[in-house]
Every structure is written in C-alpha cells, then in structure tokens.
C-alpha cells in the first residue's frame, strides 16, 4: 500500500496508508489527547521518544503541541516508516527515525504486517484475535451487526516481514540522548519487552512513560510493576471505543517531592 497525502481535521496535511487508519489514529491522538491526559505534560525543547510511531500522526501531535521538541522515533514496518519519514520532512520535525523494533534484546525476528491494517501490525500479532479487536472497536463506535461483519470477514490479512530488534537502551544511548521528558510506547503486545530493554541508567533519564497495554498472560500487572519498580505513580484507564477488550492506557508520571 502507497501513502498518500491526506487532510486531517486540523487543516494539517499527513501522508497516510489509508484514510481510515488516518481518521482512527486522529480521534486518539488530536481529539482524545490520549498520550497526554492523566498529568502527563510536555513542554517547549522536551525529549520525546515514539516507539511504535506508524506513519508519523503522534510524532505530528507532539511536534505542534509545544516548540522545539526532539523526537527519536521506531518503526519497523517498511510501509508506515516510509510515510513516517516523509511525514517528518513535510512537517520539518526534529525527530530521528529507525527502522526497528524495541525489545528485552537484541536479535533479528519476524514482523506480522496488516497491510489493511497496519497499526495492529506487531511481533506478537494474531490475526484472529486480531481481527475480534477490530470487530469490538466497530461495535463501540455504533455500527451494527452486518457491517461488522461486513468490514471484516475473518482474520487480518497478514504478511511477515524481517525485523531487527534492539533494545532501547542502546538506541537511547546510541543517539546521545541526555534525557527523556516523554516515553510513548504503543507496540501490540510487545509492551512489556520494550520496558524490559530498558536498564536502571536509562530508566533515570526517564521523566514520563504512556502506554498501550494487551492485557493478555498478565502483561497489564507485568508493566504497572515494571514501572512501580522504576519510581513511577501508574494511573489505568480503557477507551470506551475498546470496552471488551483487553487494551488500557497506562499514564506513569514521577511522585511530586515535598519542599524541603
């Protein structure tokens, strides 16, 4: 699938895989602000990194929301990183882009890719269970039975695609990062391998985390340890348009010191 150059809402212009996806992906990030409600804060000169940054919509969100901010972004789908980094020369982002997924360790793996639907693309990825999330979504959102059905037949259409995973240590420390002010982690069930690469150092350059989580072999309590672990005060909320599922939002954000 070809990106192509759509309007947005906003008035901004994004090259999107579909206008769907583009349509979906706007709701969450532009009107719903879900990668900074629940005390998460940005502000002008910030770090950000995106990991699991598709074609760029977030990384658009973070960049007009205050000036000057850095990004680093991944994304390991061929598809969605090339729009991803012609979405960043459009906008004049400062942001950095690789081609990689993040994980516990390093290694070469094998990406499932939804050319359909690529933001459900991932290294966990089940078509069939897959396809039941994107069929819960469409109810929420109001359509009926028959269109449902209708939209999606059966399992994601789905492709492998090769993939280098590296850890986000080493990618943090790779870029000379000196900080990080917001870590967004949006990976189809591999959330808890990313936070799992992570290592005490880097974990204390890390201001702010928001997450997508499966709650699926107990990645939900795996993450908000991971994170209580690290210094974080949690907070968990799930997307009406996702009631039935197992996807929450974790907003962690550092505990408020007490004057001295």
């Given at each position: 699938?070809?990106?192509?150059?759509?309007?947005?809402?906003?008035?901004?212009?994004?090259?999107?895989?579909?206008?769907?996806?583009?349509?979906?992906?706007?709701?969450?990030?532009?009107?719903?602000?879900?990668w900074l409600d629940r005390g998460l804060r940005l502000r002008d000169?910030?770090?950000?990194?995106?990991?699991?940054?598709?074609?760029?919509?977030?990384?658009?969100?973070?960049?007009?929301?205050?000036?000057?901010?850095?990004?680093?972004?991944?994304?390991?789908?061929?598809?969605?990183?090339?729009a991803l980094a012609r979405n960043v020369e459009l906008h004049g982002m400062d942001a950095t882009c690789r081609r990689v997924a993040l994980g516990a360790e390093?290694?070469?793996?094998?990406?499932?890719?939804?050319?359909?639907?690529?933001?459900?693309?991932?290294?966990r990825a089940d078509p069939a269970a897959d396809a039941d999330v994107t069929r819960a979504y469409l109810r929420n959102s109001g359509f009926d039975e028959d269109d449902v059905w209708s939209f999606v037949p059966g399992p994601h259409t789905a492709t492998t695609?090769?993939?280098?995973?590296?850890?986000?240590?080493?990618?943090?420390?790779?870029?000379?990062?000196?900080?990080?002010?917001?870590?967004?982690?949006?990976?189809?069930?591999?959330?808890?391998?990313v936070l799992?690469?992570?290592?005490?150092?880097?974990?204390?350059l890390i201001g702010q985390v928001a997450v997508e989580v499966h709650d699926e072999r107990g990645a939900l309590a795996a993450v908000l340890g991971q994170l209580d672990a690290a210094g974080f005060d949690t907070q968990v909320r799930q997307d009406p348009l996702l009631a039935g599922t197992a996807i929450y939002d974790v907003a962690a954000t550092r505990p408020e010191r007490e004057p001295a």
């Open positions: 699938m070809t990106a192509r150059l759509c309007t947005l809402p906003n008035g901004r212009s994004l090259y999107c895989l579909s206008e769907a996806e583009g349509a979906t992906l706007y709701r969450e990030i532009f009107s719903a602000r879900c000169g910030d770090v950000v990194v995106d990991v699991g940054a598709n074609v760029g919509m977030a990384a658009l969100f973070f960049h007009l929301e205050r000036r000057d901010v850095r990004l680093l972004c991944f994304e390991p789908a061929p598809g969605p990183f090339d390093g290694g070469d793996r094998e990406l499932t890719y939804y050319p359909d639907v690529t933001t459900m693309s991932g290294l695609v090769p993939c280098r995973v590296e850890t986000l240590s080493a990618e943090i420390r790779a870029a000379g990062l000196p900080r990080v002010d917001l870590l967004k982690v949006d990976v189809e069930k591999s959330e808890a391998d799992a690469g992570i290592d005490t150092a880097t974990w204390s």
